[in-house]
Structure formats: structure tokens, C-alpha cells
């Protein structure tokens, strides 16, 4: 996972590691700045990432927070703390009216998209239905077809052998 | 030997450990100049001037052994010996110019240094600050040995700065170096037994074997 977030920072797959354990957990990067004389901010390392690529950066936040199987990442990471530090400036920032309204829009068109696509599986359920009670009614139909023709034949059967029997009896009265 | 060896286009190897050449270094050099030679061994002998290496050349050689001599001079510049994949200078003297020369030819971008010791040279943190310097773009150089050298913490710190210089995102991604997977060191007892240098000496000597071992895990494309 880290290394497939780290992809999306830079496209290139050199030395991700490195540069997971020395920029993106917080207690390295701290101990590293401090031996090499740096001046250590959880902001300092948000100003390097290009902006196109911060929500894909802080999407991944998220997910080496609560997903990390993997033991660099059961620390917190540089990024996590980076983002609580700077939350309240960047919610003060945010346009609460007009950013509930384009929340509503959204709402909207999600709620028209919901019903477009349960129509649109209803009339496939439908179809499907109707073929298969059409296949259905065609098999009885056939079936009662091939039965009702078995019984005439046998009724015929039947018949025949009343009238040889009948003409038996009549020649054996005779002689 | 001079004029055998002039004339042996088809030597490629040559071991003359434990003999004294301080005298016939210079001689055998010369003879060897254009020649196809690979291999040459010189260990343990008394040799004290290498500078002569940098008046031939030796388009062919790839490894060269000068352990235990007492080397204080291998000349101004090592560059044009870019062929050349292993170097050992063990127990020698090399010191600042020695580095300086070595780094030389580190930074050529054609170099195929992958082995490189310098055990036991009275190197300083001045002349491993020229070697960690000259290695920052090196992508060859995969095993260093530098122990038994009068390396203090702003030597080893040289080496962190190598490994990982966390001033940015891109000097950690771009300008360290992540070639580096053998660094094999001691620590020296610091000159001043302050217990913050001690303390900052041993999270350097953690860091560096963090991050060499994280170069060897590392895949590189």
C-alpha cells in the first residue's frame, strides 16, 4: 500500500522506503531533523507536495491510518499529524453556505441517479421474468400436448381389444 | 621484467604481493601502460607512491589490490580509471588527497566503482565529507569499508547525510544515495566524552545501518 501511495507523491519507484521511514513517520523525522541540524514542522512537509496531487496524498492519509497492516505504519504518520495540526485552519477557510449547497446539488443528482438505475433494474427483473414464465408455459403446453396424446392411443388400444373380444364370443356361440 | 611484461599483450593478471616494490613500482606501472592487464595485486609491498597510477592507462582493469602498504600518495586524480569495479586500499595512508583522488573518479558518471576499501587510512571526517560528497549521485558503489579510520560525528554525520538527507521530500527521493548496501564501520570513541556527543553519536551509527539495511531491501527498476 505504501508503495503504491508513494507512486501517486512521484512516479517513479526509487527507494520508497526510504523515504517512508525518514519523512513519513513523525518520530524518525523528528529524530533525523534533529541530528542534522534541520528545523523540524509538521507543516513544512505539506508545502512540497504539488497541489494536483494533495486530495490522492490525503486520501492515502486516511487509509495508512486505519488500514496499515504494515508495522511502519501502526506509528502515526507524518501526514496524519500534519493534517490535524493544520484541520482548523483549512475548516475556517471553507465556505460553509455555498459548500452545502453544492452538497445538496450533489444530494440531488445522487438521489435522481439512485432511481434511474432502480428502473433500469426493474424493467431487466421484468424481462427476465416474462422470458422465463414464457419458457415455462411453452414446456407445459408441450407436456400436456405428449400426455393427452398418450391417453387417446391407449384408448383406441382399448377399444379395439373390446371389439376383438366381442367378435370372438359371437363365433364361439355359433359352433 | 620490464621488457616480459611489455610484451605479453595477453597478460591479464598480475600478483606480486610481498615483494618490495618500493623501488619497481614506478617501473612496473610504466610496463604495464596500454597493456590488457584486469587483475593487479600488490598487497604488502612496501609500496609508498602510487601517484604513478595516474600517468598510464590501463583501459582494461577492474581490480586493483594495494593492501597493507604504506601508501601516502595516489596521486591528483583517479577518473580516467572508470573500467576499473574494485579498489582495495586497506592499511594504507591516503588521507584528504587520497580521498580527494578517489572522488574523483566517484563522480564520473561512468564509473563502475562497486567496491571500495579503505580500511585503516587515517581518514577524517574532512576527507569522508569528500568522499560522501562525491557518492551523493553515484549509483555504481554498492559496498564501502571504511573501519579503523579517525572518523568523529561529523564524518558519521557526512554518512547519514548520504544515506538520507531529510531537509526536503526531493533531497531524500533525488539527492541520497540508495546504492549504498554494505557500509561496514566502527565507531570510534568520540575526542570529547560529552554525553550528548555520545548519545547524537550512536543515533548516527542506528540510522546509518537503518538505512544501508533499507537499501538492500530496496527494489530497484
Given at each position: 500500500m505504501v508503495h503504491y501511495c508513494l507512486y501517486?507523491?512521484?512516479?517513479?519507484?526509487?527507494?520508497?522506503l526510504n523515504l517512508v521511514y525518514a519523512q513519513l513517520i513523525s518520530q524518525h523525522r523528528k529524530k533525523l531533523c534533529d541530528i542534522q541540524g534541520i528545523e523540524y514542522s509538521y507543516e513544512s512537509?505539506?508545502?512540497?507536495?504539488?497541489?494536483?496531487?494533495?486530495?490522492?496524498?490525503?486520501?492515502?492519509?486516511?487509509?495508512?491510518?486505519?488500514r496499515g497492516k504494515n508495522s511502519l505504519l501502526q506509528t502515526q504518520t507524518e501526514l496524519f499529524r500534519m493534517l490535524v495540526t493544520v484541520a482548523p485552519d483549512l475548516s475556517s477557510i471553507v465556505n460553509r453556505p455555498v459548500s452545502l449547497k453544492?452538497?445538496?446539488?450533489?444530494?440531488?443528482?445522487?438521489?435522481?441517479?439512485?432511481?434511474?438505475?432502480?428502473?433500469?433494474?426493474?424493467?431487466?427483473?421484468?424481462?427476465?421474468?416474462?422470458?422465463?414464465?414464457?419458457?415455462?408455459?411453452?414446456?407445459?403446453?408441450e407436456m400436456k400436448r405428449e400426455l393427452e396424446a398418450l391417453q387417446t392411443g391407449e384408448k383406441t388400444k382399448d377399444k379395439e381389444a373390446q371389439e376383438d373380444e366381442k367378435l370372438s364370443g359371437k363365433k364361439r356361440n355359433r359352433s | 621484467m620490464t621488457p616480459f611484461l611489455q610484451n605479453s599483450p595477453k597478460l591479464i593478471k598480475i600478483d606480486l604481493s610481498q615483494n618490495n616494490l618500493s623501488e619497481g613500482f614506478e617501473s612496473l606501472v610504466n610496463a604495464l601502460d596500454g597493456g590488457s592487464i584486469n587483475d593487479l595485486t600488490l598487497d604488502h609491498c612496501s609500496i609508498t607512491d602510487a601517484s604513478f597510477l595516474g600517468n598510464v592507462t590501463l583501459t582494461c582493469i577492474k581490480k586493483i589490490s594495494l593492501w597493507n602498504?604504506?601508501?601516502?600518495?595516489?596521486?591528483?586524480?583517479?577518473?580516467?580509471?572508470?573500467?576499473?569495479?574494485s579498489l582495495n586500499l586497506d592499511k594504507n595512508r591516503i588521507g584528504v588527497d587520497g580521498c580527494r583522488a578517489i572522488a574523483h573518479l566517484l563522480q564520473k558518471e561512468d564509473t563502475n566503482?562497486?567496491?571500495?576499501?579503505?580500511?585503516?587510512?587515517?581518514?577524517?571526517?574532512?576527507g569522508m565529507e569528500i568522499?560522501?560528497?562525491?557518492?551523493?549521485?553515484?549509483?555504481?558503489?554498492?559496498?564501502?569499508y571504511i573501519k579503523g579510520?579517525?572518523?568523529?560525528?561529523?564524518?558519521?554525520?557526512?554518512?547519514l547525510k548520504l544515506l538520507v538527507d531529510v531537509s526536503s521530500i526531493e533531497n531524500t527521493y533525488n539527492n541520497s544515495n540508495h546504492t549504498l548496501k554494505t557500509l561496514d564501520f566502527d565507531m570510534n570513541p568520540p575526542v570529547r566524552s560529552d554525553e550528548r556527543i555520545v548519545k547524537k553519536m550512536k543515533a548516527l551509527k542506528w540510522f546509518i545501518t537503518v538505512f544501508t539495511t533499507l537499501n538492500k531491501q530496496q527494489h530497484h527498476p
Amino acid at each position: 500500500m505504501v508503495h503504491y501511495c508513494l507512486y501517486h507523491i512521484k512516479q517513479t519507484t526509487a527507494s520508497p522506503l526510504n523515504l517512508v521511514y525518514a519523512q513519513l513517520i513523525s518520530q524518525h523525522r523528528k529524530k533525523l531533523c534533529d541530528i542534522q541540524g534541520i528545523e523540524y514542522s509538521y507543516e513544512s512537509i505539506f508545502s512540497e507536495i504539488d497541489p494536483p496531487l494533495l486530495p490522492e496524498v490525503l486520501s492515502f492519509v486516511a487509509l495508512a491510518q486505519f488500514r496499515g497492516k504494515n508495522s511502519l505504519l501502526q506509528t502515526q504518520t507524518e501526514l496524519f499529524r500534519m493534517l490535524v495540526t493544520v484541520a482548523p485552519d483549512l475548516s475556517s477557510i471553507v465556505n460553509r453556505p455555498v459548500s452545502l449547497k453544492e452538497r445538496i446539488v450533489d444530494n440531488e443528482a445522487q438521489v435522481i441517479a439512485l432511481g434511474i438505475e432502480r428502473e433500469q433494474k426493474v424493467a431487466d427483473i421484468n424481462a427476465k421474468y416474462e422470458r422465463e414464465v414464457a419458457v415455462l408455459n411453452a414446456k407445459r403446453l408441450e407436456m400436456k400436448r405428449e400426455l393427452e396424446a398418450l391417453q387417446t392411443g391407449e384408448k383406441t388400444k382399448d377399444k379395439e381389444a373390446q371389439e376383438d373380444e366381442k367378435l370372438s364370443g359371437k363365433k364361439r356361440n355359433r359352433s | 621484467m620490464t621488457p616480459f611484461l611489455q610484451n605479453s599483450p595477453k597478460l591479464i593478471k598480475i600478483d606480486l604481493s610481498q615483494n618490495n616494490l618500493s623501488e619497481g613500482f614506478e617501473s612496473l606501472v610504466n610496463a604495464l601502460d596500454g597493456g590488457s592487464i584486469n587483475d593487479l595485486t600488490l598487497d604488502h609491498c612496501s609500496i609508498t607512491d602510487a601517484s604513478f597510477l595516474g600517468n598510464v592507462t590501463l583501459t582494461c582493469i577492474k581490480k586493483i589490490s594495494l593492501w597493507n602498504n604504506n601508501i601516502q600518495n595516489i596521486g591528483g586524480d583517479m577518473s580516467s580509471y572508470t573500467t576499473l569495479e574494485s579498489l582495495n586500499l586497506d592499511k594504507n595512508r591516503i588521507g584528504v588527497d587520497g580521498c580527494r583522488a578517489i572522488a574523483h573518479l566517484l563522480q564520473k558518471e561512468d564509473t563502475n566503482l562497486t567496491t571500495l576499501r579503505l580500511e585503516y587510512n587515517g581518514i577524517g571526517d574532512e576527507g569522508m565529507e569528500i568522499l560522501t560528497n562525491s557518492l551523493k549521485h553515484n549509483k555504481k558503489l554498492n559496498r564501502l569499508y571504511i573501519k579503523g579510520n579517525c572518523l568523529q560525528a561529523m564524518g558519521y554525520l557526512a554518512i547519514l547525510k548520504l544515506l538520507v538527507d531529510v531537509s526536503s521530500i526531493e533531497n531524500t527521493y533525488n539527492n541520497s544515495n540508495h546504492t549504498l548496501k554494505t557500509l561496514d564501520f566502527d565507531m570510534n570513541p568520540p575526542v570529547r566524552s560529552d554525553e550528548r556527543i555520545v548519545k547524537k553519536m550512536k543515533a548516527l551509527k542506528w540510522f546509518i545501518t537503518v538505512f544501508t539495511t533499507l537499501n538492500k531491501q530496496q527494489h530497484h527498476p
